[in-house]
């Protein structure tokens, strides 16, 4: 079979330039960050994955942000009997070849520069955020609890014995729930 895997890192943005007019039997597509693999669409993927079918993936960014995810989706895919393409490098990688010591070095530094450039996009956010912060303009996210809520909380909180299931009750963290009551 042959699978397109397409992912955008949130839902306001759109997979119309990704793998367009790439044929295939069933498109993955997935709307969650590539920081890590915990991503319901590429683990059904990974799952149905037998040996001879072949991935589709727009580019390498599209697949990991984090080069050792990368590297390991590339080799399981490999050890499975599959083959992978990703469209905007032309890299291949089927096994075919064994392990292309070229393929492996352009896969591993371009993995590299794709972690590099979230790390820069996450270290820009922080500065951004911190001299918003200093000006007071950035005050987080707004709480879910209303004053009364919070009133509300503090009383259960010097009630509570266990404050892990008071916070499970409320669906919070437990770090949260300790900033509530201060």
Same mark, same amino acid.
């Given at each position: 079979? =042959? ?15 990704? /793998? ?13 960050? !590539? ?6 669409? #590429?683990?059904? +993927? ?5 040996? %001879?079918?072949? =991935? ?6 599209? /697949? ?5 995810? #990368? ?9 499975? %009997? ?27 530094? #371009? ?16 500065? %951004?955020?911190? =001299? ?7 005050? !987080? ?28 009750? /409320?669906? =919070?963290?437990?770090?949260? +729930?300790?900033? #509530?009551?201060?």
């Amino acid at each position: 079979m =042959i699978f397109n895997y397409v992912r955008v890192s949130t839902v306001s943005q759109n997979t119309e330039r990704q /793998l367009k007019d790439v044929p295939c039997d069933r498109e993955f597509k997935e709307h969650a960050s !590539g920081k890590d693999t915990n991503r319901p669409q #590429l683990q059904l +993927l990974l799952a149905m994955l037998r040996d %001879g079918d072949h =991935i589709n993936i727009h580019e390498l960014s599209r /697949l990991a942000r984090n080069t050792q995810d #990368l590297l390991t989706i590339v080799h399981d895919v490999v050890a499975k %009997g599959a083959s992978i393409k990703f469209h905007k490098e032309n890299l291949i990688f089927d096994g075919s070849k064994g392990n292309d010591p070229f393929q492996q070095l352009m896969l591993t530094m #371009l993995g590299a520069i794709s972690t590099f450039e979230r790390d820069l996009l996450l270290e820009r956010q922080r500065e %951004g955020i911190a =001299i918003a912060k200093s000006k007071g303009k950035y005050k !987080g996210r707004t709480s879910q609890f209303s004053n009364d809520d919070i009133d509300n909380i503090k009383n259960r909180f010097a009630e509570s014995k266990n404050k892990n299931a008071l916070a499970k009750e /409320l669906r =919070i963290s437990r770090s949260y +729930l300790y900033q #509530l009551v201060a």
